[in-house]
């Protein structure tokens, strides 16, 4: 049995590219030898220098002791042949993301390294089943998907192939902790869990658009300033590069056999084609000067009418919150059951449309306005028109939504607005991972939060939404598109009406 704590582990590492040189940092400061190899000359050598110079300079700013990033830049041997990794109890290879290279890589490593040496793959995109499948021993070898910069992305996936044998997966969970890293568990899946997780945010995001719901700026600004996304998703999108992030939109829906849930936009191809690539080119959905993107002007807030107001807020519980907004503002508050025939009428939907909620409520569409305060009134707010929905009464409503300087952005009429929506997508697509057994519910969370930098893992936040919210905006999407990808996960749908919480395992 592996010791993967054992004081005299030596670890190979097999491409000391981007990755390899992050794996091989984490490793050294644990105390770990770790054996480079590259295929191309000088390239470990240089991984050496590399890794060296970012230890001391992690001893530079007080992180370490000048004498252990001393030691650990020690623990770093480049060898200049695949021979030299006879030794090793544990090899991760890093090399190019290719199938063929990666299986044959490992059927060379296995006439090389001892009968008890564990083959790790970092690979992002292939399936471990496959590189596996070269070897004489599949059973030895598993998934160990970190991600970069790999000193900072505290998180690695360990990935059981078809034939991964029982105590390789423990033996890398056990050596991810020693390196100070989060593991999670996931089955060998297209995207494994954090990229599996990862494709509401962007594909929802692009279907608004295409929608015509908004603009990318103002879908950008909804999720960041209202629902509290550290970037939008069109901000990353342009980050990423679109020659990254399309072809991996188009991979996963691929791999999952064209499930609509991924289903990537012609949006993107487009602008694939077009060259506006991203931040790498200056230009993308921003512009970017000097790597700096270019802010987007916003719409000014009208100077529009006072009118009485009448507000339908019951279903949300954001009755007092818009009363609040209507009082400090001055404004007249309309108790009428009815509205009067000069209100605006305010209505405050979960999931539903403008028009649907303002046609169930019996209120005039044409002064109808939606509010989405899911993520508190003091955060920016959304307000939704229907199709006819008159200016006058739309600038109204900005004018007193806006009326304690909270920003607010104008959107067409979409159910469940900008935020409800994406966020259902992202919840519903994490209760799907573990409704397939990818991941456990707590595993998914902790791998969303720290690969995607998300304010809460998704199931979570789905539990702080509601569970029965979640259900209810996508059965609302559901029906107002007809769209197969917005039907709710069995995961989700059962939870939400059993009223527990999305991280209730099935024992
Ligand atoms: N860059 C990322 O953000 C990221 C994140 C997670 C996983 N990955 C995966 O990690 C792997 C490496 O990615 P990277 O970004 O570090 O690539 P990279 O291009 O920076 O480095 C790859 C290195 O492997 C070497 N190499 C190629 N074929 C080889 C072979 N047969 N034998 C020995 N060395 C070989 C190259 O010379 C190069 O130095 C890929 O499988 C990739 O999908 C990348």
Known sequence: MLDVNQPGLVLGIVGTGTMGRGIAQIAAQSGITVRLFDSRPQAAEEARANVGAMLESLAAKGRMSVDEARAATLRLQPVQSEAELAGCHVVVEAIVEDVKAKQSLFARLEGIVGPDCLLATNTSSLSVTAIAAGCERPGRVGGFHFFNPVPLMKVVEVIDGARTEAWVSPALVALAKRMGHRPVRAADTPGFIVNHA???FGTEALRILQEGIAS????????????GFRMGPFELLDLTGLDVSHPV????????YQEPRFRPSY?????????LLGRKVGHGFYSHEGG???PVSTPAVPHGERRPVWVSADETG???ALRNIVTAAGWTWDEGQRPSAESLCLVAP????ATTTALALGVDPERTVAVDLLFGPERRRTAMTTPVTRPAFLDSALTLLAADGTAVSRIHDSAGFVAQRVLATIVNIACDIAQQRIASPEDIDAAVTLGLGYPKGPLAWGDALGPGRVLKTLEALHIATGDPRYRASPWLSRRARLGV???TSEG
Do not use: N, P, T
């Open 198 to 200: 990862g494709r509401g």
């Open 216 to 227: 990318f700026d103002e879908v950008d600004r909804i999720l960041r300033e209202a629902a």
């Open 318 to 320: 954001w009755r007092d």
């Open 267 to 275: 949006l993107l191809r487009q602008r694939l084609a077009a060259g």
């Open 292 to 294: 700096k993107q270019q």
């Open 501 to 503: 919480s999305l991280l």
């Open 350 to 353: 979960l999931g539903r449309d």
């Open 249 to 256: 939109m188009e991979s996963v829906y691929e791999q999952f």
